[in-house]
C-alpha cells in the first residue's frame, strides 16, 4: 500500500484533514473499527466559538485560560480560536443540521456551558457529534481519493533514521522520518505495510484507562503510545478530564449527561440516600460559579460529596423544565433515560464523574508537526496547547476542525518525496498465544489500580504505587509482544500500559495542584505554570518547561 497520506483515526480531526486533503492528495483513512465508533459521535453538548457580535475572541480566550488553570498557550490558542467561525462556516456549508434559532445573529440557537462568559456554543440539539460526524461520513465515503480500511488496528509507525527521504532540514532532536505504518486486518489478521509521504494521528484519548469513563471502547491511548515508541515528545498527560456527570445506571454504560443540563438551569443535588440532606444543593458551597464552574471543580466537588457523606452518585435535577423543552434541546438524553426508567421532566438523574477527555498529549504546533519529520498529529490525541490544565467545555471539537484544517495545509505545501522500499512485518519468530486470559486479567487490573490510585484526587504514595504496578505489567506484556502473535486486544492493551506510565510519570513530577491534577501532598498552585514535558530519550524523567516547543519539526 502506498498513499500520499495515511490518517490513523476516523473522528472529526481525521475526517477534517481528509476532506481538506482530497482534492489533491490521495489519502487513506485508517480506523480500528466502523468509521463512526470513535468519540466524536459521542460527544453532545456543541462547538465553541464567536458566533455573536456580543461576544469576542478576546472573552472566549479568557475564558478558555481561565478554565485552563494559566497553562494554556496563548498564541497557539489565539490562532485556534481566531478561526473557529471560519470552521463553523464550512461545517454549515456542508450540511450539518444545527439547531436553529431565528433570533439569534447568525440563525442557530447558541448555549452556555460551564466556564463559558457567554452563549457560544453551536449545537444539533444534544447530539452535535453524531450530526456532524454523519455529515461528513457521507462525503468520506462517496470522494474518489479517499480510501477506507475500517477494522484495520494500527500497530505501530514506521521510520527512518536516514535523512535522504526529507525535503526539510532534521533537527538535533528528532533526525528521523516517518514513512508509515503497520496496519493489522482485524478480520483476517494480516498485517499490512503502509508506506506514506505524510501519516496524520487521529486517534483521540486514553479515557479505556480507566475503570469509568464516557469514552468508547476505541479510546486506548493508541496514537500517543505509537508516537512515544517512535520518538516524539508527549506533554501534560496528567491532565485527565473527568467530565462530572456521567448517567450513573448499571445498564447504562458510558453514557453522558451533558454539560449543557447545566448550562440551561440543571442543578446538582444530594440524592435520598443523604438522609436529611437529601435535595440539597452543594455547589454554591464549592465555588461562586455554582453549577457552571468549570469541569474539575464541578467533577472534584462530586467527588467530595460523596466520599464524605458515602454515596455512590449524586442528583442532576432539571426536572423544573417543561417536557416541551426537555423533549426539544435534550432529545437523546430524555429518550435514553426514559428507557430506563427515569423521566427527567419528573425526577433527577442519578449521576457520577467519570475519565472523559485527555488534555495533554503529542507535542505539536498549530500545523499538527510533531517532532518526528512527516508525521502530524491533531484532536484529542494532540497537545497544541489549548486545553492547559483543563479543557474548556466545546473547544474540542474546534481544535479538530482548525488544526485539522491547517494540517491538511501545510500537507499540501510539502514537496513530494520518493518513496523508499519498506520491510515488511515479520511474524517467524512467534507463535499463536496459549492462554488469551492473561490480556483479559492485565487489562482489568490496570484499569481498576488507574482508578484507584490516579483518579481525581492522588497522593504521592497512591501515583508511586501506580508506578510500581506499571512496571511490573510491562514487563509481562513485553515478553507476550514478543512471543506471541499480535491481537487487537493485545495492542490496546500494550498501548493502555504506555499512556498509563506517561500519566502517572507526569503526575509525579508536578509539585503542585493545578487545574485537573490535584494532590494531597502539593495542595497549593506553583506561581509560574509551566507545562510537563516526557522525552522518550529520558524516559522515566519528566521536566517542567517553558521552551518544550523549540524541538517541533516536519
Avoid at 484495520?152 to 532532536?173: F, G, V
Wanted: proline residues 4%.
Amino acid at each position: 500500500m502506498n498513499y500520499d497520506v495515511a490518517i490513523i483515526g476516523s473522528g472529526l480531526a481525521g475526517y477534517t484533514v481528509a476532506l481538506h486533503l482530497a482534492k489533491t492528495q490521495q489519502v487513506a483513512i485508517f480506523t480500528k473499527r466502523a468509521l463512526l465508533e470513535g468519540s466524536s459521535s459521542w460527544a453532545q453538548g456543541g462547538i465553541a466559538a464567536v458566533l455573536d457580535s456580543n461576544d469576542s475572541v478576546e472573552q472566549h480566550l479568557s475564558d478558555t485560560v481561565i478554565a485552563g488553570a494559566g497553562l494554556c498557550d496563548e498564541v497557539a490558542s489565539r490562532t485556534i480560536l481566531q478561526n473557529g467561525r471560519a470552521a463553523i462556516e464550512w461545517l454549515i456549508a456542508t450540511g450539518v443540521p444545527f439547531t436553529q434559532d431565528d433570533q439569534a445573529e447568525l440563525g442557530y440557537h447558541l448555549t452556555r456551558e460551564g466556564g463559558h462568559s457567554q452563549r457560544r456554543i453551536i449545537h444539533a440539539a444534544d447530539a452535535t457529534g453524531h450530526a456532524v460526524q454523519v455529515t461528513l461520513e457521507q462525503q468520506i465515503r462517496r470522494h474518489p481519493n479517499i480510501t477506507l480500511f475500517e477494522d484495520h488496528y494500527a500497530i505501530d509507525l514506521i521510520r527512518s533514521s536516514k535523512s535522504n527521504m526529507t525535503a526539510t532540514t532534521s533537527t538535533e532532536h528528532s533526525p528521523l522520518r516517518c514513512l508509515g505504518l503497520y496496519a493489522q486486518d482485524v478480520r483476517t489478521g494480516t498485517v499490512h505495510t503502509v508506506a506514506a509521504q505524510h501519516t496524520v494521528l487521529a486517534t483521540g484519548g486514553v479515557g479505556k484507562v480507566y475503570l469509568y469513563t464516557t469514552n468508547p471502547d476505541t479510546a486506548t491511548g493508541d496514537g500517543i503510545a505509537m508516537a512515544w515508541r517512535a520518538g516524539c515528545r508527549i506533554a501534560n498527560m496528567e491532565f485527565i478530564q473527568f467530565h462530572p456527570t456521567c448517567l450513573y445506571h448499571p445498564y447504562a454504560k458510558s453514557f453522558l449527561i451533558s454539560e449543557a443540563v447545566r448550562g440551561e438551569g440543571g442543578l446538582l443535588k444530594l440524592p435520598v440516600e443523604a438522609g436529611a440532606a437529601a435535595g440539597q444543593r452543594f455547589m454554591p458551597g464549592h465555588d461562586d460559579r455554582e453549577e457552571l464552574a468549570p469541569r474539575d471543580i464541578v467533577a472534584r466537588a462530586i467527588d467530595f460529596e460523596m466520599k464524605k457523606r458515602g454515596l455512590d452518585h449524586v442528583d442532576l435535577d432539571i426536572s423544573h423544565k417543561t417536557p416541551e423543552f426537555l423533549k426539544e434541546h435534550f432529545p437523546t438524553i430524555y429518550a435514553r433515560c426514559l428507557e430506563l426508567g427515569i423521566d427527567i421532566s419528573r425526577q433527577p438523574i442519578p449521576v457520577v464523574p467519570a475519565a472523559h477527555y485527555t488534555c495533554g498529549g503529542i507535542i505539536t504546533d498549530v500545523n499538527g508537526r510533531t517532532d518526528l519529520a512527516g508525521l502530524y498529529a491533531v484532536g484529542e490525541t494532540s497537545y497544541t496547547g489549548l486545553h492547559g490544565a483543563n479543557r474548556l467545555a466545546s473547544n474540542s471539537l474546534l481544535e479538530c476542525l482548525v488544526t485539522g484544517k491547517a494540517v491538511a495545509e501545510h500537507i499540501t505545501g510539502q514537496e513530494k518525496l520518493k518513496s523508499p522500499r519498506l520491510p515488511a512485518w515479520d511474524e517467524s519468530r512467534v507463535t499463536d498465544a496459549d492462554e488469551e486470559v492473561v490480556i483479559a486479567h492485565n487489562w482489568d487490573e490496570l484499569r481498576r489500580f488507574m482508578w484507584d490510585y490516579v483518579g481525581i484526587v492522588r497522593t504521592t504514595k497512591r501515583l508511586e504505587r501506580a508506578q510500581h504496578r506499571i512496571r511490573l505489567l510491562k514487563e509481562e506484556i513485553d515478553e507476550y509482544y514478543a512471543n506471541f502473535r499480535i491481537t487487537n486486544h493485545l495492542l490496546e492493551l500494550r498501548n493502555l500500559v504506555d499512556v498509563a506510565s506517561l500519566i502517572v510519570n507526569s503526575a509525579l513530577s508536578r509539585h503542585e495542584s493545578r487545574g485537573l491534577h490535584f494532590s494531597r501532598d502539593f495542595p497549593t498552585t506553583l506561581p509560574k505554570a509551566l507545562p510537563t514535558v516526557l522525552d522518550p530519550q529520558v524516559p522515566n524523567k519528566a521536566k517542567n518547561s517553558e521552551t518544550y516547543r523549540s524541538n517541533s519539526s516536519s
